[in-house]
């Protein structure tokens, strides 16, 4: 408890944005978070008031970060399950519970317990040999999908293998490696949605407006919210779903089941226990944004409302160019804001490189179409000083 406040004291493990963005809900709320991060540099670790250095992977470091906390919660799911047990065992509050976050953290051990709770998914098997990948191959036709079982995202640790003469030129290099693998059928899909709920220890749920997410090379670049043309029967069924996945794996914070929407219905793609991208919109067109939804949760404090503050909203993200532009982000930022003044802009303090996520943009409207246009060109702009549709900067 922090004396100063009376408040209880949340502590986040990972300074990325994740943490910067829920330092931003956590001021409102008066809560002093506290921050776990491996540099000062850190996206959090800029703006967050009490930063501790130390790495995720360093049990002491992790131990004397929790003595100052009352419940320690996370921004990514990389500390090692190991780690989690022992300071569950030593009688520290980790929200989400390592068993729970345990499924997030191993893709094979995620399928596994999906399927004996009978929540649709692809076709999946573990990989030991090459001759695994090749046997599901045949039995359920190329191309497949490789997947690193842990580690992976953003498109990273995912391998899409069309013949059993690529599977025989990869596998046994990452088997090597110790990468532990499995390999799963290629969905035939109309779009990928997200169904974002929250759960807290009392055991209330709540569960956003399902989202489509668009990517590109494995990275998410947009998310409309909510997701164009779903029926209402598919939103029940997606954020009834989630709710129960998040029941009973015991979630306590934030869950996102990212789905694929197939002709036969929906099959549930990934999960994460976090505040996750697809869920930035909220900060902008929801009633209570993902970041205060989870530290309401963690905290067991009563969840916020989710509903949209407008018909539509759009989320693009900030991706870094092959070639950093001259122009500085500053006055980046003059010429965005004076072609949209209504664009809110989410900046996360990282060095620009290619691809790298720097940053978001969130438009809110009418007309779902024109405020795609209007994210994707401030986005664009955003990460390469140029507007897409030839506007001429005077």
Not at 92 to 102: E, K, Q, S, T, Y
Not at 240 to 249: P, Q
Not at 321 to 349: C, I, N, Q, T, W
Request: glycine share 10%; charged share 20%.
């Amino acid at each position: 408890m922090d004396k100063r406040t009376g408040l209880p004291v949340v502590g986040m493990v990972g300074g990325g944005q994740l943490a910067r963005m829920t330092h931003q809900a956590a001021i409102s709320l008066g809560q002093s978070l506290r921050v776990l991060a491996a540099g000062e540099n850190e996206s959090a670790g800029l703006v967050a008031g009490e930063v501790v250095q130390g790495h995720h992977t360093d049990l002491d470091a992790l131990r004397a970060f929790a003595k100052d906390v009352d419940v320690l919660t996370f921004d990514h799911e990389h500390v090692p399950g190991e780690h989690l047990l022992t300071l569950a065992m030593e009688g520290f509050v980790l929200r989400p519970a390592p068993d729970a976050l345990g499924v997030a953290q191993n893709k094979l051990v995620m399928r596994e317990l999906m399927a004996g709770l009978d929540v649709p998914g692809p076709a999946f098997a573990e990989v030991s040999t090459v001759d695994d990948v090749v046997a599901f191959g045949a039995a359920h036709a190329w191309p497949v999908v490789l997947k690193a079982a842990r580690g992976g995202y953003d498109g990273k640790g995912v391998w899409m293998l069309d013949t059993a003469q690529q599977a025989r030129e990869l596998v046994p290099e990452l088997l090597a490696a110790g990468t532990p693998l499995l390999v799963e059928e290629k969905v035939a899909m109309r779009r990928e949605l997200s169904a974002l709920v929250a759960r807290s220890p009392f055991g209330q749920g709540a569960a956003y407006p399902v989202v489509e997410t668009v990517q590109s090379a494995g990275i998410n670049t947009e998310v409309l919210a909510p997701a164009p043309g779903l029926s209402a029967a598919r939103t029940q069924e997606a954020q009834d779903l989630a709710l129960r996945i998040a029941a009973t794996l015991k979630v306590t914070g934030l869950l996102a089941v990212e789905l694929f929407e197939t002709e036969d219905g929906l099959l549930v793609n990934e999960l994460a226990m976090r505040p996750h991208n697809s869920g930035h919109w909220t900060m902008d067109g929801a009633r209570t944004s993902q970041f205060e939804q989870h530290l309401r949760a963690v905290l067991d404090y009563p969840l916020g409302r989710t509903d949209l503050l407008a018909p539509a909203c759009v989320m693009a993200n900030v991706l870094g160019a092959e070639v950093a532009p001259e122009m500085s982000p500053d006055e980046r930022l003059h010429h965005l804001f004076a072609r949209f003044p209504d664009v809110k802009v989410h900046l996360y303090g990282k060095e620009e490189r290619p691809g790298r996520k720097l940053g978001h943009v969130n438009m809110l409207g009418e007309d779902m179409e024109a405020l795609r246009d209007q994210a994707l060109l401030a986005a664009h702009w955003l990460s390469h000083a140029v507007w897409l549709d030839g506007h001429e900067i005077h």
